[in-house]
T-cell receptor, first 114, second 115 residues
Framework: DGGITQSPKYLFRKEGQNVTLSCEQN?????MYWYRQDPGQGLRLIYY???????QKGDIAEGYSVSREKKESFPLTVTSAQKNPTAFYLC???FGGGGSGEQFFGPGTRLTVL | KQEVTQIPAALSVPEGENLVLNCSFT??????LQWFRQDPGKGLTSLLL?????REQTSGRLNASLDKSSGRSTLYIAASQPGDSATYLC??????????????FGTGTLLAVQP
């Protein structure tokens, strides 16, 4: 089955700890994205990548880092510098970063700070 | 700055009713507009994508329209069912610099279809 997988489904972080969220896709998409969703707010873009070994900051990149070593994978690290990391994190992908490509989303990871 | 607004924030209807969800955007320079469905605690499921050159798209009981000049899109759901209960999100695709587009999301309409 083609799709986007995210793991873990639930993640708990202690103060001062870095955690990494996994995102994998087998859709052969070039572009991948990370969004954050908070109650009462629309999704906000954290980072995006149009191609392997390249990525760019989105609107709320502070306290986050990413890598894109493989086309299929785009992990997100939430660092201790992110002061309010409790949120629902969604990964998405599309055939291209530009044009009118449709974005497809994974099931999400809910991160809670203890 | 592009802003996307969805009205109403919540809607409750009896089963079988036809309904319309509204989405408005402030900048007409969009590449496309996507409608998504989100169930509680789940990811987003893409329902319909309307390209900027199109006026509407249909999939089963769903019909989405786009009027760029007025900055509006509507999602029409015919003969609603309890299984349609979810949050519906619209998102406008805008240029984000260079060759990259990004989606600007509304805050969603929470739909409850009562059996």
């Amino acid at each position: 089955d083609g799709g986007i997988t995210q793991s873990p489904k639930y993640l708990f972080r202690k103060e001062g700890q870095n955690v990494t969220l996994s995102c994998e896709q087998n859709l052969n998409h070039d572009a991948m994205y990370w969004y954050r969703q908070d109650p009462g707010q629309g999704l906000r873009l954290i980072y995006y990548s149009q191609i392997v070994n390249d990525f760019q900051k989105g609107d709320i990149a502070e306290g986050y880092s990413v890598s894109r070593e493989k086309k299929e994978s785009f992990p997100l690290t939430v660092t201790s510098a992110q002061k309010n990391p409790t949120a629902f994190y969604l990964c998405a992908s599309s055939f291209g970063g530009g044009g009118s490509g449709e974005q497809f989303f994974g099931p999400g990871t809910r991160l809670t700070v203890l | 700055k592009q802003e996307v607004t969805q009205i109403p924030a919540a809607l409750s209807v009896p089963e079988g009713e036809n309904l319309v969800l509204n989405c408005s955007f402030t900048d007409s320079a969009i590449y496309n507009l996507q409608w998504f469905r989100q169930d509680p605690g789940k990811g987003l499921t893409s329902l319909l994508l309307i390209q900027s050159s199109q006026r509407e798209q249909t999939s089963g009981r769903l019909n989405a329209s786009l009027d760029k000049s007025s900055g509006r899109s509507t999602l029409y759901i015919a003969a609603s069912q309890p299984g349609d209960s979810a949050t519906y999100l619209c998102a406008a695709s805008m240029n984000y610099g260079g060759a990259t587009n990004k989606l600007i999301f509304g805050t969603g309409t929470l739909l409850a279809v009562q059996p």
